[in-house]
């Protein structure tokens, strides 16, 4: 049996498919008698688009991420999956033209009329190899692409059997994809490890049975009438998920104009599903899909496969896809990846409350990039979402991580039923002081409602009426009821705030992103005086020395976030035998930090923002040296002493 897998555009060029990856090495473990290989779709579309229009890495990303709840990038395919090169463009602009600048909507719609011919060059060489079956993968703004490539190959070659998988057919959307694409054979629902090799097999041995009776199949009947199998009931254990085999990618990688444009990271994977989502589903959240069970490979061998990997491939860059670390790999992986002397650097999901020791045990190990899932710095618009961090937290997270060396990837989110203006104007009024810590990555955003979110399935948290998203009715010839089960966004009433506080908090945010490289707050704690230095445009000081006791205690204690009362409580049994310390007093001097741009304050909380100065200790030391050859100088110059420089 010959197996062939097909990863299609929109698929991220920089990245093999963890899917595909991962599949291959099933069948050639479980499946006697079978060879499987990995067509790069993805890689051939760049080089063919390349040799017949002006194209750049930039424009790809767009179609693959960038557009996403635009769906820009399966309209581009619906051309070639209804075999008509102006498939709906008269709908497309009419409904786009006001979402894309006059650049974008020119070049989509050129793609638009010209993939058709590529899908028909890619079946071509798909039925050149005389494969048995074909797979397709199917995440993001691949469906039409696969479909519309599966739809082709069993034109030119009935024989072949075709299979669909991945994000775009979990659950209902699986299903709906089997009732209505004829041509598709066979819909993978759920994780496939498991699923796909037992359908070659049953393929293989021409047994019906055996695949009727794979969970979360979807097959035909001998009558062709649709059947979908009820899905697995739980998800496969840790022990069950494979390594992936990337053979393939990187050689065909350096054969393609992509090579000028990325640099490749390898995809790795310790867990699935999240233990935070187990207790408490963020309201907006849609990832993870049937299965939200956390469940984690056992530190060797997740450490084994990130070595072979790396020592395989010669190549140091990774994408964790983890939706959010397992705190246990704090302890067991990361200090080996620390101790290996592989100079990795990765990218991971984590929760933002994590402290500051922790941070660092991940940027030593090299996971320097890192989405901690902000999405807001307002404890109200936090509890609303079930994150279970507060907005201090937040920030706490963006200044340890500029301390410890960690980029920050994180997003701003609004338009949660039950929030108000007044849960954003305090947080507006600080965003100058923030400057010098990581920015969102865009402009806040409006949530989207996503298929398998408690927004989706929980009406009663303030979204009713849900239909699919307005681009899903010009990419597809379905009847609402059907894109009802196969969308993944959908269209809602906008909740939460209106367009004037939005406005307000995108100008503070563009504000932020435009000041960030310049900016600056950092502090220097010497013992008897911490030193802060700031150059941020809204702040008219530069240089700061606390020397006070009960304000470099104060400082330092609100290192983690306190309230007044709790703040007080501790500066006052701190200074038990001094001068007595008020509340009226605590609250003054936080109130002027608020001012000063050194603390932030929200829900009650305040905390400190000023990262600690790169190599503390040699600072203190190179300080403590020139404040010693000043004192000498200016003593025998009869001076008073001079301010620390900034």
């Known amino acids: 049996m010959r197996v062939l897998l097909v990863n299609m555009p929109w698929s991220p060029i920089d990245l093999p498919s963890l899917a595909l990856g991962i599949l291959k090495r099933s069948v050639d473990d479980h499946v006697q008698d079978a060879t499987c290989e990995v067509l790069h779709a993805n890689l051939e579309f760049t080089d063919w688009i390349t040799s017949r229009s002006e194209f750049t890495a930039e424009d790809y990303e767009y179609y693959a991420l960038s557009s996403y709840f635009l769906g820009c990038g399966d309209w581009v395919f619906s051309s070639a999956l209804y075999d008509d090169p102006a498939w709906r463009d008269e709908q497309f602009v009419e409904v786009m033209t006001s979402k894309l600048r006059r650049s974008r909507m020119r070049m989509t719609r050129e793609l638009h009329r010209l993939v058709p011919e590529f899908v028909d060059e890619v079946a071509r060489r798909v039925v050149a190899l005389e494969p048995d079956v074909v797979g397709f993968t199917s995440t993001f703004q691949q469906n039409t692409a696969a479909l519309a490539a599966a739809r082709r190959i069993k034109h030119l070659a009935p024989h072949v059997v075709t299979v669909m998988g991945g994000a775009n057919c979990d659950a209902e959307q699986g299903a709906a994809v089997h009732r209505n694409f004829p041509f598709v054979d066979y819909v993978v629902r759920g994780e496939g490890e498991d699923a796909f090799p037992r359908l070659l097999t049953a393929l293989r041995d021409k047994d019906p049975a055996a695949a009727a009776a794979i969970p979360g199949l979807c097959h035909r009947a001998p009558d062709s009438r649709h059947t979908a199998n009820p899905m697995p009931t739980g998800p496969l254990p840790p022990s069950a998920i494979l390594p992936p085999d990337y053979s393939g990618y990187f050689e065909r990688l350096a054969a393609s104009v992509a090579r000028n444009w990325v640099e490749p990271k ?366 000498e100088a200016e003593a025998s110059a009869g001076t008073e002493p001079a301010p620390v420089p900034s």
């Open 266 to 631: 390898l995809v790795v994977e310790g867990a699935r599903g999240c233990w935070w989502g187990e207790k408490h589903h963020c309201t907006f959240c849609g990832l993870n899909g049937s299965f939200m069970e956390f469940r984690s490979k056992s530190p060797d061998v997740f450490y084994q496969e990130i070595m072979d990997l790396a020592e395989r491939h010669q190549v140091l860059d990774m994408y964790v896809v983890d939706n959010i670390l397992d705190m246990r790999y704090l302890s067991t992986v990361l200090p080996r990846v620390i101790d290996s002397g592989y100079d990795l650097r990765m990218h991971i999901e984590i929760k933002a409350n994590m402290r500051r020791a922790q941070l660092q045990v991940l940027a030593d190990a090299g996971l320097i990039y890192v989405q901690p899932g902000i999405e807001s710095l307002n404890s109200r618009v936090l509890d609303l979402m079930d994150k279970g961090v507060s907005g201090c937290q937040n920030v706490r997270m963006l200044r340890d991580a500029a301390e410890t060396g960690l980029s920050v990837s994180w997003n701003y989110l609004h338009g949660f039923p039950g929030e108000t203006a007044d849960d954003y104007e305090p947080v507006i009024r600080q965003l100058p002081a923030l400057e010098h810590l990581n920015p969102p990555v865009d402009l806040s955003a409006r949530i989207a409602i996503e298929r398998f979110s408690p927004y989706f399935k929980r009406p009663e948290l303030g979204f009713t009426g849900l239909r699919p998203e307005e681009h899903y009715l010009f990419t597809y010839d379905l009847p609402e009821t059907e894109l009802h089960d196969l969308a993944y966004v959908f269209q809602a009433p906008e909740r939460g705030i209106t367009e004037p506080t939005v406005t307000l908090l995108n100008d503070g945010i563009a504000a932020w992103k435009k000041h960030h490289a310049d900016a600056r707050l950092t502090h220097t704690d010497l013992g008897d005086r911490i030193v802060l230095v700031s150059r941020r445009p809204s702040f008219a000081w530069r240089t700061m020395q606390l020397t006070d006791p009960l304000e470099t205690a104060a400082f330092r204690l609100l290192d983690q976030p306190h309230t007044v009362v709790a703040l007080h409580r501790k500066l006052a049994s701190a200074a038990a035998g001094d001068a007595p310390c008020t509340a009226e007093d605590v609250e003054a001097l936080l109130k002027e930090w608020v001012t000063q741009g050194v603390v932030f304050t929200d829900a009650g909380q305040y905390v400190h923002i000023a990262p600690a100065a790169v190599n503390q200790d040699l600072l203190r030391l190179d300080y403590m040296r020139h404040a010693h050859t000043r004192s």
